[in-house]
């Protein structure tokens, strides 16, 4: 009668393959989340951005308003650090803010601020857009 203890050298190695397979699995799902991430963390940003610069151009009034901008922001130990000309930095934010009058009503003005996000060298793959039009 042969002796049946332990583990055949064929099982051995399937149970080792089924752990691997589950462990990259795993692995993988938790690389892909933490991309997503980043991406949904850079858009978040991108937007606030967007956002503040509105409000900055909605405080004046409409016959009062600076012309347009573009500016450069880049993250630096966790803040954000504005430049007037760029930097040339790879994941950096270009915002660029537009005062002209409203096509469809002169007698308002529009802005509107783009911001582009995820450089890398001369692209900028992801963009926001915001507008927002003022009389008086």
Same mark, same amino acid.
């Given at each position: 009668?042969?002796?049946?203890? &332990? #583990?055949?050298l064929?099982?051995?190695?399937?149970?080792m393959?089924?752990?691997? /397979?589950?462990v990259v699995s795993?692995?993988? &799902? #938790?690389?892909?989340? !933490?991309?997503?991430?980043?991406?949904?963390?850079?858009?978040?940003?991108?937007i606030?951005l967007?956002?503040s610069?509105?409000?900055?151009?909605l405080?004046f009034?409409?016959?009062? !308003?600076?012309? &347009?901008?573009?500016?450069?922001? @880049?993250?630096r130990?966790?803040?954000? @650090?504005?430049?007037?000309?760029?930097p040339?930095?790879?994941d *950096?934010?270009?915002?660029?803010? *537009?005062?002209a009058p409203?096509?469809?009503?002169?007698?308002?003005? *529009?802005?509107r601020v783009?911001v582009?996000?995820?450089?890398?060298?001369?692209r900028?793959p /992801?963009?926001? @857009?915001?507008?927002?039009?003022r &009389?008086?």
């Amino acid at each position: 009668m042969k002796n049946t203890k &332990g #583990f055949t050298l064929v099982e051995a190695l399937l149970a080792m393959t089924i752990v691997i /397979f589950v462990v990259v699995s795993i692995l993988s &799902g #938790f690389t892909q989340q !933490m991309v997503t991430n980043r991406y949904a963390q850079s858009k978040n940003v991108a937007i606030t951005l967007a956002e503040s610069k509105i409000e900055d151009y909605l405080k004046f009034p409409a016959s009062q !308003m600076p012309a &347009g901008s573009v500016d450069y922001l @880049v993250e630096r130990n966790k803040s954000l @650090v504005v430049y007037t000309s760029d930097p040339d930095v790879d994941d *950096q934010y270009r915002r660029t803010a *537009q005062v002209a009058p409203d096509a469809l009503n002169p007698s308002l003005i *529009q802005v509107r601020v783009t911001v582009e996000y995820g450089k890398r060298g001369t692209r900028y793959p /992801f963009r926001v @857009v915001l507008s927002s039009s003022r &009389g008086g």
